[in-house]
């Protein structure tokens, strides 16, 4: 009966406070209540930390798909261009068009 009564005062955390066991004991409490703090601490600035880098990468994919629109509308921009210096080479009468194309339906 001694055995399951010291388990349960254990358990209970009677044996901190029965015969001064929180006063002989005070360092080591200390010491698990700062190693939780830190826990406690350290988890919320990962957590932290990982946000962040997910926004990083959303905002990473924005800009990786704008570079490539933006590319590509210069790419454009030059073989237009590059189009229309070869025609004036050759004193073509063609002249660059006022309005975009425009798409032609058959009714």
């Known amino acids: 009966m001694a055995r399951g009564s010291l388990i349960g005062n254990i358990l209970g955390g009677q044996i901190l406070v029965r015969g001064g ?30 946000l962040t880098e997910v926004k990083n990468e959303e905002i990473l994919k924005d800009l990786r798909d704008e570079y490539s629109n933006k590319t590509t509308l210069f790419l454009q921009l030059s073989k237009r261009g590059a189009v229309e210096e070869k025609l004036k080479e050759n004193n073509s009468r063609l002249i660059p068009p006022q309005y975009p194309p425009v798409i032609i339906s058959q009714e």
């Open 21 to 50: 066991g929180l006063i002989k004991h005070w360092k080591f409490v200390l010491y698990v209540f700062v190693l939780v703090l830190l826990y406690v601490t350290f988890r919320f600035e990962i957590r932290e930390t990982m």
